[in-house]
C-alpha cells in the first residue's frame, strides 16, 4: 500500500481536480488524473510484478506518477513519464521531489509518439492520454515478455473499440477491472 506522504499528496490534487470539475472549468485546462483506488492499484500491480522498467502516457500533474515511482522505489525500477502539457509535467516534478521519488522518474515533455520507439522493453505501461491515441501508442509499446498494460478510463469512455484491439492478439490474455473509471488490465504472452 502507499505510504501517508504519497496518499496525502493523492488526496491533495485528487480534490483539486474534483473541483476543476464542478466549477465546469473547459476539459483541456483541467488536471486529468487518476482516482485515488487506480493509483493504489496500480501501485500494488507494480510492486506486485517486481516491475523495474515502467512507463507512463499522460502523467498530468502526477497521481499515477506518484503510484509508478513509489513501486519504483520498492522494485529499484524507474518510470519514464511522458506529458505534452508543460505545466500539468512542472507540477508532477515538485510534487515527486517534495516526496523524494524524483530520483525514480525520468521526465519526458513531448508527444509519446516520438518517445515510445525509443524506450526499449518495458515490464509495466500505463495508458491515460487522449483516448484516440490508446491503440495507436498500445500498439508502439516496446514489452518484455508477459509485460503488462493498464488502461484508465475504459468504463467511463466507453472505449470498447481499444478493449476489443488488446484482446485480439494471440495469447493476451485483458480483463475489465471495474476500479475507479474503468482499468483494462492486459498481459502478453509468456515466453514459451
Known amino acids: 500500500m502507499l505510504g ?16 476543476q470539475d464542478a466549477a465546469h472549468i473547459p476539459q483541456p485546462q483541467r488536471h486529468r488524473n487518476l482516482e485515488p483506488a487506480s493509483a493504489e492499484f496500480l501501485y500494488s500491480l507494480a510492486v506486485g ?22 513501486a519504483a522505489r520498492v522494485s529499484g525500477g ?5 506529458e505534452i502539457e508543460p505545466q500539468r509535467q512542472a507540477e508532477a516534478r515538485v510534487t515527486m521531489a517534495r ?3 524524483a530520483s525514480y522518474v525520468d521526465f519526458v515533455l513531448e508527444d509519446a509518439a516520438a518517445v515510445l520507439p525509443t ?7 500505463f495508458l491515460d492520454c487522449e483516448k484516440e491515441d490508446y491503440i495507436r501508442f498500445f ?10 498494460v493498464v488502461a484508465d478510463n475504459i468504463l467511463s469512455h466507453s472505449m470498447t473499440g481499444y478493449v476489443r484491439h488488446v484482446r ?25
Open 4 to 19: 501517508t506522504p504519497e496518499r496525502e499528496q493523492i488526496a491533495r490534487l485528487w480534490a483539486r481536480k474534483v473541483e
Open 49 to 70: 510484478i517486481g516491475a523495474k522498467r515502467m512507463v507512463e502516457i499522460g502523467g498530468s500533474s502526477g497521481i499515477s506518477t506518484i503510484a509508478l515511482a513509489a
Open 78 to 82: 524507474r518510470v519514464i513519464s511522458i
Open 99 to 101: 516526496l523524494e521519488l
Open 119 to 125: 524506450t526499449g522493453p518495458l515490464e509495466l505501461a
Open 139 to 148: 500498439d508502439m509499446l516496446r514489452l518484455s515478455a508477459s509485460g503488462v
Open 168 to 192: 485480439a492478439r494471440p495469447g493476451v490474455e485483458s480483463i475489465t477491472l471495474p476500479i475507479g473509471q474503468g482499468l483494462e488490465l492486459t498481459r502478453l504472452p509468456m515466453p514459451a
